[in-house]
């Protein structure tokens, strides 16, 4: 789990693969529900906002690391993402911004 700096967003993600924002200032509300951002069949072990409530990356069972975009256009919610490290051998890395603690 991590909270966005701003500490209005809260992404969690589970051991069957998905990850939830939601919004914390609003009861816990889901803003997001995401299935399909990582590895196929792979659990989330970290995700982590960056500095922006716009970007976090998250990193899965198989060793992979992920990028996620969120935007919001006319309403709609969407988020982007990018393979950033690909863990085909069942690597595993933990991300950390510079930051972090």
């Known amino acids: 789990m991590c909270l966005s700096v701003d500490c209005t967003r809260l992404l969690a993600g589970y051991a069957r693969g998905t990850i939830l924002m ?13 299935t399909d951002v990582h590895s196929p069949s792979s659990g989330v072990l970290h995700v982590k906002f960056t500095d922006s409530t716009q970007i976090a990356v998250c990193s899965d069972t198989g060793g992979s690391v992920f990028q996620l975009s969120f935007k ?5 919610r969407s988020v982007e993402s990018k393979c950033l490290f690909s863990g085909s051998r069942g690597e595993v890395v933990c991300d950390r911004t510079p930051d972090s603690k």
């Open 22 to 34: 939601f919004n914390v200032l609003e009861a816990g509300k889901v803003l997001r529900r995401m």
């Open 72 to 76: 919001r256009t006319l309403g709609v």
